[in-house]
């Protein structure tokens, strides 16, 4: 199941929607188009496995909080025991008052949050 939200009237400039997926069952490969935007995602479900891009074959495991930015090329994410995923998509640059990182920082890339924020990203995550 695929809920979309709009945000409310204070993060209207920064916030272009907020979404979730829910599928409880494993759905195999699923692929995410490139849409032009900054995704922050917090997982609740099963670790989600990203196919490298260099090595299709190979999986990088993203657990709890992460950030996929803007790309060119789809996603490719792997096999999971169930998905539980609530993120929110920003508009162009609404991303820099909560990361306070330039947009280039995340081109073409998937980064786990507590690289960008440290144990507060295990406290947003569990807010």
Not at 25 to 45: A, K, Q, R
Not at 103 to 110: A, K, L, N
Request: net charge negative; charged share 20%.
């Amino acid at each position: 199941m695929y809920l979309q939200q709009s945000p409310s009237p204070i993060l209207d400039s920064l916030v272009e929607s907020y979404w979730s997926v829910d599928a409880p069952l494993d759905s195999g490969l699923t692929y995410v188009m490139p849409d032009g935007s900054i995704n922050l995602m917090f997982n609740f479900g099963a670790p989600h496995l990203l196919a490298n891009p260099v090595d299709p074959s190979e999986f990088v495991s993203f657990k709890k909080c992460w950030i996929s930015g803007i790309r060119s090329r789809f996603l490719c994410i792997g096999p999971t025991d169930g998905t539980r995923v609530i993120g929110v998509r920003f508009k162009p640059g609404g991303q820099f008052p909560f990361l306070k990182c330039p947009i280039s920082e995340f081109s073409h890339q998937v980064f786990e949050m507590d690289l960008i924020w440290g144990r507060r990203g295990d406290f947003v995550h569990e807010q």
